[in-house]
């Protein structure tokens, strides 16, 4: 029974596509074997019920943290968690995690990884026509998956 | 959320600029002077939704797709309501196997729109929460419930839907696959398992706190003969009005208001209810028995007329969801087509189904090739604008205009979030000239 799946959070149609992209070549080069490799269009209770299955979840997203673009960058639970906005109704990433973290739901392993979106060209991108290129992004996810 | 101003306490302006726990953008202008309200504004600022222009020109295949994408929450409704109606256009049956199924796929989405709303977004209104994660400390097993609720909504969807946003599986004529029996075997034992907790909840929904707030209102919902209206009936109105769906648009009447950019409308230049309380209010004789037991013993009458009771009536029609489920699910067999072929034909035709929030009527035109002529979508919640305002004036009048200004912008948010409104489905224009190049 597969225990271990890779997250992609995002649509392929928003902003934050990078993670559905990142995902698309994770699956074309095939190299999770054993690995479950999920797209979740959005954050939020859906989220947390996809990760029910596994016992160890890897998130991927994209976020704005002013960092060069395509930098990938392991953000720790607390910290994440810590950012939840809890006056506003939005079921982000930060409070879909700590409602999970709340009710005990969250998988034994969990780990978040940031891509930084390039906000500049975000506008002008399609899902035929991305403006960052997933390769180099999926790359590096690779080393930085295979060190724990 | 903006400041109040008070002067001598006889002038009052709140503005609530970015209302919390609805979905998509809504913002609330009231104002009082010498104890009375001046003028109350519920805004929609969404940006306007085209997609009755874009439909134009459009075929009928990609009708169901596009309409989809509407609404995040409730796609499952805008694929079955433009369905109805470009099959009816097309005068064709899709006969009994994908009558039920739909009827199915339709539970999935009520039962994954209610649980999400009932424990996310209302829940903490009624137990003095701010928001859901503080409401899932004081009350985890509660909120857990819930969630598993709503995982088991879209695993419904998911059956014929191959994902559960912006669902792929329905198409005009039926579905593209059938779902696998090993597939419905899993969620036949997940909806049994949620029989229990589903009349848990009714009865938790029953016990919370309620203002007393009762008002006189006009509840408008589908009703068919033969089952609780969900995919399909007549338009029936507490007042008296039934009419085929085809005859809507010659009794509900829509209109721009300069402050909102959603429409609203009027049944006999009237504001009315849809939605769940709307449709326990007209159809509660059709909940199963067990479901009509069990109320009796909550100390909730029906027909109501307490807004409030919203919850409990998105309780019963989660349990009355996995109920349909079950009974349609259990002698499952493979159908030899999932869908029934269909030939474009020219023609006007309605579609109408209850989505979630309310009924959620669509008219189209077809040309003989099957492509779309004209486009008229009448979402739930602008049907709700006139009465959320009607109501606002008088929940906040019956709580006291002379309460901080505080209690009142929490009483008004309360009020506004018992109709569910989900604010981004709730904008479309009238009228609006398209030039092509």
């Known amino acids: 029974m597969i225990k271990k799946a890779i997250i992609g959070i995002g649509s392929p149609f928003g902003d934050d596509s990078i993670g559905w992209r990142v995902m698309e070549q994770l699956r074309k080069a095939s190299s999770q074997p054993g690995t479950d490799l999920l797209d979740c269009d959005r954050p939020g209770p859906q989220l947390l019920n996809l990760m029910q299955d596994y016992r160890e979840v890897i998130l991927i997203d994209a976020m704005q943290s002013g960092a060069p673009p395509a930098s990938l960058r392991e953000i720790k639970l607390d910290e994440i968690a810590g950012q939840a906005a809890l006056s506003s109704h939005a079921m982000g990433l930060a409070e879909t995690l700590l409602l999970g973290k709340t009710l005990d739901m969250l998988p034994e392993t969990l780990r978040i990884i940031g891509i930084e979106a390039d906000r500049r060209s975000i506008r002008a991108s399609s899902p035929d026509q991305p403006s960052m290129d997933a390769n180099p992004v999926v790359d590096t996810l690779g080393k930085l998956l295979k060190n724990p | ?437």
């Open chain 2, 1 to 437: 959320m903006g400041p109040a101003t008070m002067n001598e306490k006889r002038h009052i302006r709140i503005r609530v600029p970015v209302l919390a726990r609805v979905e998509g953008e809504g913002s609330l202008k009231l104002e009082i002077r010498d104890a009375a309200i001046e003028k109350l504004q519920l805004s929609i600022f969404e940006p306007p939704r085209y997609f009755e222009k874009f439909l134009e020109g459009r075929s009928y295949n990609e009708v169901i797709d596009i309409t989809a994408r509407i609404c995040g929450i409730c796609p499952v409704a805008y694929q079955m309501s433009a369905a109805q109606a470009i099959e009816s256009i097309f005068e064709v049956d899709v006969g009994p196997w994908v009558t039920a199924m739909r009827r199915v796929f339709y539970c999935g989405e009520w039962i994954q729109s209610h649980a999400l709303h009932i424990h996310l977004l209302a829940a903490p209104d009624f137990l003095g929460h701010e928001h859901a994660i503080s409401l899932a400390q004081e009350y985890p097993e509660a909120v857990k419930r819930g969630l598993k609720l709503q995982g088991l909504g879209n695993d419904l969807i998911k059956l014929f839907g191959g994902r559960s946003v912006h669902p792929v599986g329905a198409r005009v004529g039926g579905f593209h696959h059938a779902p696998d029996p090993g597939a419905v075997d899993s969620v036949l034992e997940k909806l049994h398992a949620a029989l229990l907790p589903a009349a848990e909840l009714v009865n938790w929904s029953a016990g919370l706190p309620f203002p007393e707030d009762h008002q006189s209102f006009t509840s408008v919902a589908l009703q068919h003969p033969d089952e609780y209206g969900i995919y399909s009936g007549r338009v029936i109105s507490s007042d008296g009005l039934d009419i085929a769906i085809d005859e809507f648009d010659q009794h509900f009447v829509e209109s721009h208001q300069p402050h909102s950019t959603a429409l609203f409308s009027h049944l006999h230049d009237r504001p009315y209810l849809v939605g769940p309380l709307a449709r326990v209010n007209i159809n509660h004789r059709q909940l199963p028995q067990t479901i009509l037991n069990n109320l009796h013993d909550t100390g909730i009458s029906w027909p109501g007329n307490n807004m409030f009771h919203s919850i409990v009536a998105r309780a019963i029609e989660t349990q009355l969801a996995i109920i349909e489920a079950i009974r349609l699910l259990e002698d499952y067999a493979l159908p030899e087509q999932p869908y029934v072929p269909v030939q474009p034909r020219a023609g006007i035709g309605s579609g109408c189904s209850e989505a979630p929030r309310g009924i959620l009527w669509h008219r189209y035109e077809l040309d003989d090739r099957g492509l779309v002529r004209n486009a008229r979508i009448v979402p739930p919640t602008s049907q709700n604008q006139a009465r959320i305002e009607q109501d606002l004036g008088n929940a906040l009048t019956a709580f006291g205009l002379d309460q901080p200004a505080e209690a009142l912008r929490l009483h008004a948010e309360m009020v506004i979030r018992n109709y569910d409104p989900c604010i981004s489905c709730a904008t479309h224009f009238l009228q609006l000239s398209v030039s092509h190049h």
